[in-house]
Every structure is written in structure tokens, then in C-alpha cells.
């Protein structure tokens, strides 16, 4: 069975840009969250969709965005690209809405790390 | 306000000790922990999940403990190996209605041989 999959691996874009990254999660799986990952911060969770909808929002401000197709693929997109958007971004997909009862197993894709100059 | 705390200074491990690891939390009510290992440039990888109404849980080398009075969760891999030099991310799920996962921000783990 195949991983998750995040697109691009690696990017590096500059101030006032913006961005889409791509995950496809585990065959089967609905839900996929998001998280941003530095140094300083650790990981911050952005946020979580089921079945087209997102269910969960972090606080992150209104340049972050994100969806979900019917196949479960999900992108998330950053507008106005700030030097402290440079991270790691991972997705990590699961069974079910983290809100029901379930093991809560989340499976991390590799990552894909921007840097912002 | 609500806090997951690890241990931000690496552990320095002989091996074929125990490694324990420590992880409190403040002001969440936890449905679950989590504990994940993270390599680094890769995602991190579940280990283990305790419940909230469960005081320890073991899977082969792993051992994690949940004491919800202290509201903290220890992490421990015995017999440790140069193998398992990773950093360790403590989780939980809040039993709140708008629930998600939320990370700690990890311990860096070193076992040297």
C-alpha cells in the first residue's frame, strides 16, 4: 500500500509570492491534516479535512488555505508568502474525522520544505 | 493556557540503557496520547497511543505510561540501541468537540554505543 505522498519535495519561492502544495493520502483514507513544522515552533497543526469539509482550524491567519477533492487529494495554498512561512509542511492522512472515536493514527507524508527569501 | 511540554534538551543514552522520555501537558483533557518517532528530513512515525483510561501500554521495546492526576505521560524504550537515536513527539487528542491532534515539540534522543 502505498504512503503518503506530498508534492513538491522541496520549493524555494520569494516575499509576496504564494503557494500550493499537494498530498494524496493513504488509499482509503478520508481524512487529511496539516501541519507546519520549524524549528522554533515544533508543529503547529493548520488544519483537518473530511470528506471535502473542512473539520478543524488552527490559528493560522487567512493566507493559509487549504481543501479537499472527492478522491481525498488535498492542497494547501499560502498567499503573500512572509519570510516566517519558510518550514516544513507536512500532511498526514487517517481513517476516519480525528474527532471520532478511532485510534487517531496519523500517517506523515515526507514533508515539503519551503523556504521563503 | 494550554501547553504540551517535552523535554527541549537532547538525552544522551548509553546503550543498552532505558531511555525515558517525559511529556506533560496543561490545561487539556486528553481522550488519547500519542508518541511518535521523527527521523530527520522525514515525517514523523506513530509508535504507540495510550487511552485516557489506560495506565500503560507496551509494544515490544516501548513502554508508555498515562497518569492523568499528574497529567503526564513517560516514554520508555529499554535496551536501547544506536538504532533508535531519533526525536520523539509526544500527542494528544483533547476530548473537546472541536478536537484535533496537537504535538509537543519533541526530544531529541541519542544513544551512543
Known amino acids: 500500500k502505498a504512503g503518503v505522498t506530498q508534492t513538491p519535495r522541496y520549493l524555494i519561492k520569494t516575499r509576496g509570492q504564494q503557494v500550493t502544495l499537494s498530498c494524496s493520502p493513504i488509499s482509503g483514507h478520508r481524512s487529511v491534516s496539516w501541519y507546519q513544522q520549524t524549528p522554533g515552533q515544533g508543529l503547529q497543526f493548520l488544519f483537518e479535512?473530511?470528506?471535502?469539509?473542512?473539520?478543524n482550524k488552527g490559528n493560522f491567519p487567512g493566507r493559509f488555505s487549504g481543501r479537499q477533492f472527492s478522491n481525498s487529494r488535498s492542497e494547501m495554498n499560502v498567499s503573500t508568502l512572509e519570510l516566517g512561512d519558510s518550514a516544513l509542511y507536512l500532511c498526514?492522512?487517517?481513517?476516519?474525522?480525528?474527532?471520532?472515536?478511532?485510534?487517531?493514527?496519523?500517517?506523515f507524508g515526507e514533508g515539503s520544505r519551503l523556504t521563503v527569501l | 493556557s494550554q501547553k504540551i511540554e517535552q523535554n527541549s534538551e537532547a538525552l544522551n543514552i548509553q546503550e543498552g540503557k532505558t531511555a525515558t522520555l517525559t511529556c506533560n501537558y496543561t490545561?487539556?483533557?486528553?481522550?488519547?496520547l500519542q508518541w511518535y518517532r521523527q527521523d530527520p528530513g522525514r515525517g514523523p512515525v506513530f509508535l504507540l497511543l495510550?487511552?485516557?483510561?489506560?495506565k500503560e501500554k507496551r509494544k515490544e521495546r516501548l513502554k508508555v505510561t498515562f497518569d492523568t492526576t499528574l497529567k503526564q505521560s513517560l516514554f520508555h524504550i529499554t535496551a536501547s540501541q544506536p538504532a533508535d537515536s531519533a526525536t520523539y513527539l509526544c500527542a494528544l487528542r483533547p476530548r473537546s468537540s472541536a478536537s484535533k491532534i496537537i504535538f509537543g515539540s519533541g526530544t531529541r534522543l541519542s544513544i551512543r554505543p
Open positions: 498526514a492522512s487517517s481513517l476516519a474525522w480525528v474527532g471520532q472515536e478511532n485510534t487517531g493514527e496519523l500517517f
Open positions: 479535512y473530511f470528506s471535502e469539509t473542512q473539520r
Open positions: 490545561n487539556y483533557s486528553p481522550a488519547y
Open positions: 495510550i487511552r485516557e483510561n489506560e
